[in-house]
DNA sequence: CCACGGATTGGCT
DNA sequence: GCCAATCCGTGGA
């Protein structure tokens, strides 16, 4: 894979912690009304059906959770709380539903855009600049990712991943996952070590 | 059919 | 640190 290349198809059918650790550093890209939008994923985290109590797709495939059973390379979307939403890139095949959930991103292109989707005005205190992305609904807010965007595909040409150099061991951090009730020891964690993104230490 | 609670966030104490 | 906001998927009756 060539250096800032969109992501194809390949890279995510491959082990899902392995493709967690290495999208750390990659680009996110979203075109939205003519605009691009991309930030450095610098935090994520594993959620794998089969043998993870805590992934939604644990107890079988249902409408909301489908698109984790799907091929990977697939945008998984999900309303929570009542006003939020979270995504997940889904990897491996058919019928192996697992995802990798988006926590923190590090704001790169559009800046202004994502200003205006999270507080509805272009210019932004230090403290709302670190809060754009610093979380996994927070990103969604600011890339304008919803209902409509479950499903997408990762390899066309509105949302997609570029590239990067793999990063060395000494610059990931591997913890517990955060918000979770069930299967809290599991270290599927993965985040960038003092990078500011990140939503929680 | 109904009750519960969530892969979160932001505001208030 | 605590808790309300606010919808709807999910599971049990």
């Not at 935090?43 to 959770?65: C, I, M, P, Q, W």
């Not at 991943?161 to 918000?179: M, N, Q, V």
Request: proline share 3%.
């Amino acid at each position: 894979m060539n250096h800032m290349s969109i992501l194809d198809s390949k890279f995510f059918e491959g082990d899902v912690h392995i493709i967690a650790e290495s999208l750390l550093g990659k680009i996110f890209v979203r075109k939205l009304n003519g605009n691009i939008l991309s930030g450095k994923i610098v935090e994520v985290e594993v959620y794998d059906g089969l043998t993870d109590e805590a992934s939604h797709a644990f107890n079988g495939k249902t409408k909301r959770n489908e698109v984790m059973f799907k091929q990977g390379g697939l945008l998984y979307v999900y309303f929570t709380y009542g006003m939020h939403f979270c995504a997940n890139v889904v990897t491996g095949n058919v019928d192996d539903p697992k995802a990798v959930l988006l926590r923190g991103i590090e704001p790169l292109k559009g800046i202004e855009l994502m200003s205006i989707n999270r507080y509805g005005k272009k210019s932004f205190t230090q403290k709302e600049f670190i809060n754009l992305t610093n979380g996994p609904a927070k990103l969604c807010k600011a890339f304008g990712i919803e209902r409509f965007e479950n499903g997408m595909d990762l390899t066309g040409e509105t949302i997609f991943i570029l590239d990067s150099p793999k990063l060395s061991k000494s610059e990931i951090i591997t913890s517990t996952r955060i918000g979770v009730n069930k299967s809290i020891n599991l270290p599927w964690r993965y985040y960038i070590k003092n990078n500011p993104f990140v939503s929680k230490k």
